[in-house]
């Protein structure tokens, strides 16, 4: 059975500073990999995905996740967090493009000004 | 970016009634439709999956008496929580597969509180 791993509860960072939440999956073929991000009284919005090719992938809002076969992990990092940032994040995998999805626990990032 | 709409948003209910959420796809059609559940400050459990035209899959645990699923179109599933404790109450959560992209569009929740 697949699962996610979210080691990060919380995390606070800085206005400015760069932030990484990190994600570890287990799954046994090729993951499909997502970051959603969840403000309050809003719907879970796709940052970005992996589904295969370049392990280094762009998203939105200035998002970047890297995919690692050897470590199973599928990091995402924000070279500089602006307050809007503070949310709760969810990484999932699921076995297809479109099929349902396993998350992981969440992490909550809270921005300082 | 296609939209999911959920309705209503908030409900309260007495426990032992039935509370009906739907979930519309309100631009494109989405075969199947799944419904997560979310507990305060948890991650999304998925409790079904919902296809058009055909009976819903539920996940290990689920009740599949209790959760009424109901996806008799390709912009509309109904979720139907039948005879409510307070240990239903949560956040529910549920997401569209838009078939052309294979992309899973989520909808803003409706967080029911049985009393």
């Known amino acids: 059975a697949q699962s996610v791993t979210q080691p990060d509860i919380h995390i606070t960072v800085s206005e400015g500073a760069s932030l990484e939440l990190r994600c570890n999956y287990s799954?046994?073929?090729?993951?499909?990999l997502f970051w959603y991000v969840q403000s309050p009284g809003q719907g879970l919005q796709l940052l970005l995905k992996?589904?295969?090719?370049?392990?280094l992938v762009q998203g939105i809002k200035g998002f970047e996740a890297e995919f690692k076969r050897s470590q199973s992990s599928f990091n995402l990092r924000k070279p500089s967090v602006h307050w809007s940032d503070a949310a709760e994040y969810f990484c999932?995998?699921?076995?297809?493009?479109?099929?349902?999805?396993?998350f992981g626990g969440g992490t909550r990032v809270l921005v300082k000004p | 970016g296609a939209v999911v709409s959920q309705h209503p948003s908030r409900v309260i209910c007495k426990s032992g009634t039935s509370v009906k959420i739907e979930c519309r796809s309100l631009?494109?059609?989405?075969?199947?439709m799944f419904w997560y559940r979310q507990f305060p400050k948890q991650s999304l459990m998925l409790m079904a999956t919902s296809n058009e035209g055909s009976k819903a899959t539920y996940e290990q645990g689920v009740e599949k008496d209790k959760f009424l699923i109901n996806h008799a179109s390709l912009t509309l599933s109904t979720l139907t929580v039948t005879s409510a404790h307070p240990e239903d109450s949560s956040f529910y959560i549920c997401s569209g597969v838009r078939g052309l992209y294979n992309e899973q569009f989520f909808g803003p929740g409706t967080r029911l509180t049985v009393l």
């Open positions: 631009d494109f059609q989405a075969t199947t």
């Open positions: 799954y046994g073929a090729t993951p499909y």
């Open positions: 992996y589904f295969s090719g370049d392990t």
């Open positions: 999932a995998v699921g076995e297809a493009a479109g099929n349902k999805l396993t």
